[in-house]
């Protein structure tokens, strides 16, 4: 089992930067695919980026590329998502999610077997 807890989200303005975090609990495989899915209101989950644990391989939706980048802490079992340059059409929340599945297609949301709670960003313009 694996527990996960996110927290970072806030207010911010457009053209502004935040940091999200994802501090992983639990049994956790070196396998695993740790990263970010977001959710609008009246949209569906959408993949924003992924890293493989064990190499730290990222992945990155079209939308986010340039703007985002994730990272991982072995030693605090945390993910981070840095955003920049963040526009009002980033408002979502943002759910952490780990997959211990292989193989795995990264965006697709059904491939992670674990989720958080989610924390809201939202962007002002």
């Known amino acids: 089992q694996v527990q996960l807890v996110e927290s970072g989200g806030r207010l911010v303005q457009a053209g502004g930067s935040l940091r999200l975090s994802c501090a992983a609990t639990?049994?956790?495989?070196?396998?695993?695919?740790l990263g970010w899915f977001r959710q609008a209101p009246g949209k569906e989950r959408e993949f924003v980026s992924t890293?493989?644990?064990?190499?730290?391989?990222?992945y990155y939706a079209d939308s986010v590329k340039g703007r985002f980048t994730i990272s991982r802490d072995i030693a605090k079992r945390t993910i981070y998502l840095q955003m920049n340059s963040l526009k009002p059409e980033d408002t979502a929340v943002y759910y952490c999610?780990?997959?211990?599945?292989?193989?795995?297609?990264?965006?697709?949301?059904?491939?992670?077997?674990?989720w958080g709670q989610g924390t809201q960003v939202t962007v002002s313009s």
């Open positions: 999610a780990a997959s211990t599945m292989m193989p795995i297609v990264v965006a697709n949301h059904n491939a992670y077997n674990y």
């Open positions: 639990g049994r956790t495989s070196n396998n695993a695919h």
């Open positions: 890293v493989r644990w064990n190499d730290a391989v990222t």
